[in-house]
């Protein structure tokens, strides 16, 4: 089972820009469905963008749409998220997650492995 670790998290103002990376353990992450997920205090855990295991198919939340990019390097075993124009409601704490069998989809229970997280926090 892959092992995945996120980080780039940090405290930046409204309208700035992070990149969050997520590094997987071994090589077999290329065919793996990859996503990002967050989760503000007191609220569930929700979808924020995956892309499969080409890189040429991704899925957002509207809530992102249009701000951020999810993308994947298999030679780096690595994938990120690329967060722009972020607002105070994008603060959370971002989970990697990956899924071997099965196409992207918006609910964490399909996914085999998380990550421990990194925060994120927008002042306005």
């Known amino acids: 089972q892959v092992e995945v670790v996120e980080s780039g998290g940090g405290l930046v103002q409204a309208g700035a820009s992070l990149r969050l990376s997520c590094s997987a353990s071994?090589?077999?992450?290329?065919?793996?469905?990859m996503a990002w997920f967050r989760q503000a205090p007191g609220k569930e855990r929700e979808f924020v963008a995956a892309?499969?295991?080409?890189?040429?198919?991704?899925n957002y939340a509207d809530s992102v749409k249009g701000r951020f990019t999810i993308s994947r390097d298999n030679g780096e075993s690595t994938i990120y998220l690329q967060m722009d124009s972020l607002k105070p409601e994008d603060t959370a704490t971002y989970f990697c997650?990956?899924?071997?069998?099965?196409?992207?989809?918006?609910?964490?229970?399909?996914?085999?492995?998380w990550g421990q997280g990194t925060q994120v926090t927008v002042s306005s």
């Open positions: 071994e090589r077999t992450y290329r065919t793996y469905t």
């Open positions: 997650a990956a899924r071997k069998y099965g196409t992207y989809s918006d609910y964490a229970s399909p996914y085999d492995s």
């Open positions: 892309i499969n295991w080409s890189g040429l198919r991704t």
